[in-house]
């Protein structure tokens, strides 16, 4: 069974640092990862998806980058804003292409002015 | 640009009581998702449906029901509503599963 776990659970750092937030996966036979942002009391918004055969993707200041053979991703925040405070979450989309989308906790994030 | 659209946004139930989560989407997208978000713990799958007419259970099916009879439209079912099933509900789609997934804003949910 796929598990998706993220560490931390949260995170609070002061404006301008560079960061990274982690997601682990059990099962390695995934299709894409895909990390997503969510405000509170909003629904999620996809920040970036990362096929299997990809090792990264980048947008703005968000890099994400994909190790499938050891299960990991990790999303990189470079010079943070206190507008990236959010929970992020990461969710795989199995190869076995039943259709599933199988999320993590989520780390929620702080930025301090 | 209306996306991913859920009503209502908040309802409270009685226990015992029954309703409808409504999801719509105008992307034409064939996979569509029904999630639940406790504190903390994630979203959890309750069931997803892969094209018109056809649906499957996920991690937490019981006490729901869903039908898919058209592309845009994926309804939530709750029958005899239970405090376990205070949480906020989450519709999402995508084109085929292996596009990136599109969310409603949610209802919240509450059972007293």
């Not at chain 2, 105008?26 to 007419?53: C, E, F």
Request: aromatic share 10%.
């Amino acid at each position: 069974k796929q598990e998706v776990t993220q560490i931390p659970a949260a995170l609070s750092v002061p404006e301008g640092e560079n960061l990274v937030l982690n997601c682990s996966f059990t099962d390695s036979a995934i299709y894409n990862l895909q990390w997503f942002r969510q405000d509170p009391g909003k629904g999620l918004t996809s920040l970036l998806l990362i096929q299997s055969s990809q090792r990264e993707q980048t947008s703005g200041r968000l890099n994400a980058s994909l190790d499938k053979s050891s299960g990991r991703s990790t999303l990189y925040i470079a010079a943070s804003q206190p507008g990236d405070s959010a929970t992020y979450l990461c969710a795989v989309y199995p190869s076995s292409n039943t259709g599933k989308l199988i999320f993590g906790q989520g780390t929620t994030l702080q930025v301090k002015p | 640009n209306a996306g991913v659209t859920q009503t209502p946004k908040f309802r409270i139930l009685k226990i015992g009581q029954s309703m409808t989560l409504q999801c719509a989407q105008d992307m034409n997208h064939n996979y569509m998702y029904w999630y639940r978000q406790d504190p903390g713990m994630g979203l959890k799958l309750i069931y997803y449906s892969v094209g018109a007419g056809i649906t499957d259970k996920g991690e937490v099916p019981n006490g729901y029901n869903v039908s898919r009879s058209t592309t845009e439209y994926f309804p939530l079912r709750l029958e005899l509503a239970a405090p376990s099933q205070t949480s906020v509900y989450f519709c999402a789609s995508s084109y085929s599963g292996r596009e990136k997934a599109f969310f409603g804003q949610g209802t919240r949910l509450t059972v007293v």
